[in-house]
């Protein structure tokens, strides 16, 4: 059962409900909006008298296992990363390159990025390598070269955290932190960023389903954390032609699914840098909320994922492609007016 409380219910509800739900010894997780609102997700139903209260806005009793996440109970939900708003009608380009490599280049990127359109910097101080001889990052001096490019272009940073240990580190450093695809089912490390106040960026696994990917996001919201923002970045194919399938067929149900913010990475989800300008755009024609990006001043020279790297000129073609989509599409008109008044 989810149950829905209004901006201005009293506190006294919340613990009633909260009451109601103990005392039949079901598990309940309140998750607390921004906006001031709340819901509940019960494990089971709550009789009809202890839904009475002032404030209790809606019921559901049928709903997917993903309670949390689930459309039913909310409209679009809008992630604050710094002065950044994802889900708030503009799409938001979020790049940089796939790892960072020093304190000069990742500076050198960010402004790059910055001045092709992108509103946020991605980059990987700890990278999660299929090989253990492969270059895994620089670790915390990664971080701090990120912070110090965020200081210098105002751009909020976007950086994986692998490990439960790190997670706490890693929220000094970052604006938002990037669940790879491979911890997707990591569920001690979605439990341990659902407890962080910073936003979580969820990539799907590139084997789970659409429903594994939502369940793996109601880990996090579970622990209280209710920013999380759901990124498709290609599933596995058959075709060596790509690195990944980018599955744009995603955006469009989990929209319908589920009221967190969706974004589309079309460098790993294609592998191929000539196609992540077309990807770019068929996502946000698909209805998602932004893009991440990998972009390197020269991509020849990239120390990962160099033949599936932008440069930033193509990031500033694709960028104004993507806003014309955008506009063309008028996405912004099927924002409800209480969220239009939260991005005046
Ligand atoms: C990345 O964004 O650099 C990355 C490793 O992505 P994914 O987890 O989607 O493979
Ligand atoms: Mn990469």
Same mark, same amino acid.
């Given at each position: 059962?989810? /149950?829905?409380?209004?901006? !201005?219910?009293? $506190?006294?509800?919340?613990?009633? =409900?909260? +009451? #109601?739900? *103990?005392?039949?010894?079901?598990?309940?997780?309140?998750?607390?909006?921004?906006?001031?609102?709340?819901?509940?997700?019960?494990?089971?139903?709550?009789?009809?008298?202890?839904?009475?209260h002032?404030?209790?806005?809606?019921?559901?009793?049928?709903?997917?296992?993903?309670?949390?996440?689930?459309?039913?109970?909310?409209?679009?939900?809008?992630?604050?990363?710094?002065?950044?708003?994802?889900?708030a009608?503009?799409?938001?380009?979020i790049?940089?390159?796939? /790892?960072?490599?020093?304190? !000069?280049?990742? $500076?050198?990127?960010?402004?790059? =990025?910055? +001045? #092709?359109? *992108?509103?946020?910097?991605?980059?990987?101080?700890?990278?999660?390598?299929?090989?253990p001889?492969?270059?895994?990052?620089?670790?915390?001096?990664?971080?701090?070269?990120?912070?110090?490019?965020?200081?210098?272009?105002?751009?909020?940073?976007?950086?994986?955290?692998?490990?439960?240990?790190?997670?706490?580190?890693v929220?000094?450093?970052?604006?938002?932190?990037?669940?790879?695809?491979?911890?997707?089912?990591?569920?001690?490390?979605?439990?341990?960023?659902?407890?962080?106040?910073?936003?979580?960026?969820?990539?799907?696994?590139?084997?789970?389903?659409?429903?594994?990917?939502?369940?793996?996001?109601?880990?996090?919201?579970?622990?209280?954390?209710?920013?999380?923002?759901?990124?498709?970045?290609?599933?596995?194919?058959?075709?060596?032609?790509?690195r990944?399938?980018?599955?744009?067929?995603?955006?469009?149900?989990?929209?319908?699914?589920?009221?967190?913010?969706?974004?589309?990475?079309?460098?790993?989800?294609?592998?191929?840098?000539?196609?992540?300008?077309?990807?770019?755009?068929?996502?946000i024609?698909?209805?998602?909320?932004?893009?991440?990006?990998?972009?390197?001043?020269?991509?020849?020279?990239?120390?990962?994922?160099?033949?599936?790297?932008?440069?930033?000129?193509?990031?500033?073609?694709?960028?104004?492609?993507?806003h014309?989509?955008?506009?063309?599409?008028?996405?912004?008109?099927?924002?409800?007016?209480?969220?239009l008044?939260?991005?005046?």
């Open positions: 059962m989810i /149950v829905t409380l209004s901006q !201005d219910a009293p $506190i006294s509800t919340l613990g009633h =409900v909260l +009451a #109601a739900a *103990a005392s039949l010894q079901l598990d309940a997780r309140t998750l607390r909006y921004p906006d001031g609102g709340a819901v509940v997700g019960i494990n089971g139903s709550l009789p009809g008298d202890a839904l009475t002032p404030g209790i806005a809606n019921v559901t009793g049928k709903h997917p296992a993903y309670m949390l996440a689930a459309r039913n109970h909310r409209g679009n939900s809008i992630v604050r990363v710094g002065d950044v708003l994802i889900g009608g503009s799409p938001v380009i790049a940089g390159p796939c /790892v960072v490599e020093g304190r !000069d280049e990742v $500076i050198e990127a960010a402004r790059a =990025v910055k +001045a #092709a359109g *992108a509103v946020m910097l991605r980059g990987g101080a700890y990278k999660p390598r299929s090989s001889y492969a270059f895994q990052g620089l670790g915390e001096l990664g971080l701090q070269h990120l912070a110090d490019a965020r200081t210098i272009t105002g751009l909020p940073v976007v950086t994986e955290v692998l490990e439960t240990e790190q997670v706490e580190m929220a000094e450093y970052a604006d938002m932190l990037q669940i790879g695809a491979r911890n997707m089912q990591n569920y001690a490390l979605l439990r341990r960023v659902g407890k962080s106040s910073r936003p979580v960026l969820l990539k799907r696994g590139f084997s789970a389903t659409v429903e594994e990917w939502l369940m793996a996001a109601e880990y996090i919201l579970a622990q209280g954390n209710p920013n999380v923002v759901l990124c498709e970045r290609g599933i596995r194919g058959f075709d060596a032609a790509f990944f399938n980018l599955d744009l067929n995603a955006v469009p149900l989990v929209k319908e699914l589920s009221h967190l913010p969706v974004i589309v990475d079309p460098s790993h989800g294609t592998g191929v840098r000539s196609l992540v300008g077309h990807m770019s755009t068929a996502a024609a698909a209805g998602a909320d932004g893009l991440i990006i990998e972009v390197h001043p020269d991509p020849a020279q990239a120390k990962c994922d160099g033949a599936q790297t932008i440069d930033p000129a193509a990031l500033a073609v694709i960028s104004r492609r993507v014309a989509v955008h506009a063309a599409l008028a996405y912004e008109d099927q924002l409800a007016p209480a969220e008044s939260l991005i005046a």
